[in-house]
């Protein structure tokens, strides 16, 4: 168990829907379900990995914890304080201490600043007197490995893409927050900028004590950077662990999947057949019970009466998965205490 003074980040049932209209009137005609119940903690120090297939919703997630999307329900609580709510925190406050950076890098720049205005534009905005701005911009520039001097004023397009890149993370930290919410940070740049920036935000977390999450469809840039792992499938968390345990002893049939699924030069580790075959189900539209069940070789009848609560099945570590077969008295044949072995007939005749 984790003790409250080690959790920086508390998020409870955390919901979004986004509405679909349509008609004359553009009436609400149905829902995207993006992110539905997710629940996870963030220890102070670490870095917790969140990755799935595109559109299960870590994106979105990470919005919601920036307030850059408003939560249709759910609370999030930061150092011990409950955000936006009455005697909590204000999101102004929350984002002093929790910044993000985006995954593309030249979008989220604007092209009419120049690098210093970029950077001290936030503590400006917090009051940070704009001399004392400036210096801060320049300070952070020269701990992203980029010279102030050649670059203050410089602006967005006559950077490459590692080097804009830099400049976001510089401005994520020019407010000197305590939480980084990093979404896909190096997925569009070439394999050796993208180590250089890996190795930055290593010694950044290190120098400057902070505290990431780490979004990513790169399972080996995960494993390396992270201490925990949350895996998101179709709006729900399926699975979170240490990450030496999710990669050793994958428990839920996705994680496994989708480990299964990652590049390597062994050729002792290719398969002959795809891992997962076929398309996550409609988020409009999401089937009963636990939602990966149309697409798991494991499911049985219950898989789609009863949706799965996160378990704790490995008593030695704070590794919890969501599926009926390490459930004690789920009702499917492999769970625990289940006298009658699972039966690949019946499996079949399940799916």
Same mark, same amino acid.
């Given at each position: 168990? &984790?003790?409250?003074?080690?959790?920086?980040?508390?998020?409870?049932?955390?919901?979004?829907?986004?509405?679909?209209?349509? !008609?004359?009137?553009?009436?609400?005609?149905?829902?995207?379900?993006?992110?539905?119940?997710?629940?996870?903690?963030?220890?102070?120090?670490?870095?917790?990995?969140?990755?799935?297939? #595109?559109?299960?919703?870590?994106?979105?997630?990470? =919005?919601?914890?920036?307030?850059?999307?408003?939560?249709?329900?759910?609370?999030?609580?930061?150092?011990?304080?409950?955000?936006?709510?009455? !005697? !909590?925190?204000?999101?102004?406050?929350?984002?002093?201490?929790?910044?993000? @950076?985006?995954?593309?890098?030249? #979008?989220?720049?604007?092209?009419?600043?120049?690098?210093?205005?970029?950077?001290?534009?936030?503590? #400006? @905005?917090?009051?940070?007197?704009?001399?004392?701005?400036?210096?801060?911009?320049?300070?952070?520039?020269?701990?992203?490995?980029?010279?102030?001097?050649?670059?203050?004023?410089?602006?967005?397009?006559?950077?490459? !893409?590692?080097? =804009?890149?830099?400049?976001?993370?510089?401005?994520?930290?020019?407010?000197?927050?305590?939480?980084?919410?990093?979404?896909?940070?190096?997925?569009?740049?070439?394999?050796?900028?993208?180590?250089?920036?890996?190795?930055?935000?290593?010694?950044?977390?290190?120098?400057?004590?902070?505290?990431?999450?780490?979004?990513?469809?790169?399972? *080996?840039?995960?494993?390396?950077?992270?201490?925990? @792992?949350?895996?998101?499938?179709?709006?729900?968390? @399926?699975?979170?662990?240490?990450?030496?345990?999710?990669?050793?002893?994958?428990?839920?049939?996705?994680?496994?999947?989708?480990?299964?699924?990652? $590049? #390597?030069?062994?050729?002792?580790?290719?398969?002959?057949? $795809?891992?997962?075959?076929?398309?996550?189900? *409609?988020?409009?539209? $999401?089937?009963?019970?636990?939602?990966?069940?149309? =697409?798991?070789?494991?499911?049985?009848?219950?898989?789609?009466?009863?949706?799965?609560?996160?378990?704790? *099945?490995?008593?030695? &570590?704070?590794?919890?998965?969501?599926?009926?077969?390490?459930?004690?008295?789920?009702?499917?044949?492999?769970?625990?205490? &289940?006298? &009658?072995? $699972?039966?690949?007939?019946?499996?079949?005749?399940?799916?």
């Amino acid at each position: 168990m &984790t003790a409250a003074a080690d959790i920086l980040l508390d998020v409870r049932n955390l919901k979004r829907y986004f509405p679909i209209r349509g !008609g004359l009137l553009q009436r609400q005609v149905a829902t995207v379900q993006a992110v539905d119940d997710v629940s996870f903690v963030v220890r102070k120090g670490e870095t917790l990995g969140i990755v799935g297939e #595109s559109g299960c919703g870590k994106s979105t997630t990470a =919005r919601l914890l920036m307030h850059l999307l408003k939560l249709d329900s759910g609370t999030i609580t930061f150092d011990g304080q409950a955000v936006d709510a009455p !005697g !909590g925190m204000s999101v102004r406050e929350l984002r002093r201490n929790l910044q993000m @950076v985006f995954q593309d890098s030249y #979008s989220s720049l604007n092209p009419r600043c120049t690098i210093e205005s970029t950077i001290a534009y936030g503590p #400006s @905005v917090h009051g940070v007197p704009p001399a004392e701005a400036r210096r801060r911009a320049r300070d952070i520039l020269g701990k992203v490995g980029l010279e102030p001097d050649l670059f203050v004023q410089r602006y967005p397009h006559e950077l490459s !893409g590692g080097q =804009r890149q830099r400049i976001n993370i510089a401005r994520a930290l020019a407010l000197e927050p305590r939480l980084i919410v990093l979404d896909e940070p190096v997925s569009a740049l070439d394999k050796s900028v993208e180590a250089q920036v890996l190795n930055l935000l290593v010694d950044l977390k290190t120098d400057l004590a902070l505290t990431y999450i780490f979004i990513s469809h790169d399972l *080996n840039v995960v494993q390396y950077l992270s201490d925990r @792992v949350l895996v998101m499938y179709l709006g729900k968390v @399926v699975e979170i662990g240490p990450v030496e345990a999710i990669y050793r002893q994958p428990q839920h049939p996705y994680t496994r999947a989708l480990l299964s699924a990652m $590049p #390597s030069m062994d050729p002792d580790r290719r398969v002959d057949q $795809p891992p997962l075959t076929g398309d996550p189900p *409609n988020p409009i539209n $999401p089937p009963p019970g636990c939602r990966f069940h149309t =697409r798991c070789a494991h499911a049985e009848a219950c898989c789609a009466l009863s949706e799965p609560p996160l378990y704790n *099945n490995v008593a030695t &570590t704070d590794h919890h998965t969501a599926c009926h077969m390490l459930i004690p008295g789920s009702g499917h044949s492999a769970a625990p205490g &289940t006298a &009658t072995p $699972p039966s690949p007939a019946k499996r079949e005749h399940a799916r």
